[in-house]
């Protein structure tokens, strides 16, 4: 089930239990804080197992016609049970309700470390194309991949 999310000290502890999860995408302590912090003031979804949060994806306006996915994680446990694409229905559809054209994500371009090349391929099932790589954005370590989708 997924749920939209308004209060903002559940939006922290969502974000929070669910990227502590994931140390192999969100491992740094102060960037992971960043999130947990920032997702709180932004549209929130939040994907429930039994009444347990379990994943979230959040909405972060880039233009007047663009919603980023600002961040998105779902629990190791869960992964590959569709959640993941459950969640971005749920963004998509609430984009869509606003306005918006298209959607975008940043990650880390493809072929340089496995879960993200993971997250790279949900990315492109779910109808996402690259569109830019911008090898310095984050960190040479770190090439930032964007991709976008149309919102129809």
Same mark, same amino acid.
């Given at each position: ?52 949060? #379990?994943?979230?994806? #959040? ?94």
């Amino acid at each position: 089930m997924i749920r939209e999310i308004t209060d903002t000290t559940t939006k922290k502890e969502i974000a929070k239990k669910v990227l502590e999860d994931l140390p192999e995408w969100f491992g740094i302590p102060e960037y992971t804080q960043m999130y947990i912090e920032q997702s709180s003031l932004m549209p929130f979804f939040a994907a429930y197992v039994e009444d347990e949060p #379990v994943g979230f994806i #959040v909405l972060k306006e880039t233009s007047s016609h663009t919603a980023e996915i600002y961040c998105m994680g779902v629990m190791k446990k869960y992964h590959r049970q569709q959640l993941g694409k459950k969640l971005l229905c749920a963004f998509e559809e609430f984009a869509k309700t606003k306005g918006y054209k298209l959607i975008q994500v940043k990650t880390v371009q493809y072929g340089k470390y496995e879960e993200y090349d993971r997250t790279n391929l949900f990315y492109r099932a779910m109808g996402f194309y690259e569109l830019e790589v911008f090898p310095t954005l984050w960190d040479e370590h770190n090439p930032c991949q964007i991709l976008v989708k149309p919102i129809l």
